[in-house]
């Protein structure tokens, strides 16, 4: 993901308005990536930075969502059940995600280190999060 002054460069933001009026236009269907770079005629880094942005505009302003489907590429302003989806999709990878790190990363370190006060409390932090996202996945 780009640095924070890259996504809000005066750059980042021209590309933002451009990839908007792209998706704007293309409603209610979505733009795959190939697709939203040959309309906007911006580079792909152009518009990585664009739709990183553009999603801090859209929160900003409160503004209809920004989401991505395989199927259907970046749209803005999606139904409720594209939205639960996405939503859906985005926190099962996030929880995967967060499952590899715990096992890859934070149990190799207990393991190596038993009694460490970090690792203990780390551990239990971890575990709530994870109980937490697998809730809200599975609901």
Known sequence: ??????????????????LRFVLFEARPAGLL???LVRASELSPSQVRAGLACLRDIIAENGWP???WTR?????LGADRAALEAYE????????????????????L?????????????????????ESTLDLVVSA
């Open 1 to 18: 993901m780009p640095r924070a002054s890259r996504r809000r460069g005066e750059a980042a933001q021209r590309h933002a308005d451009t």
């Open 33 to 35: 990536f190939p697709q």
């Open 65 to 67: 969502p920004l989401i």
């Open 71 to 75: 199927a259907d590429g970046y749209q």
């Open 88 to 107: 859906r999709a985005v926190l099962a990878e996030k929880l995967t995600e967060f499952r590899r790190f715990i096992t890859g990363t934070v149990a």
């Open 109 to 129: 370190h207990a393991a190596a280190h038993p009694r460490d006060k970090w690792i203990k409390h780390i551990i239990a932090q971890l575990n709530s999060i």
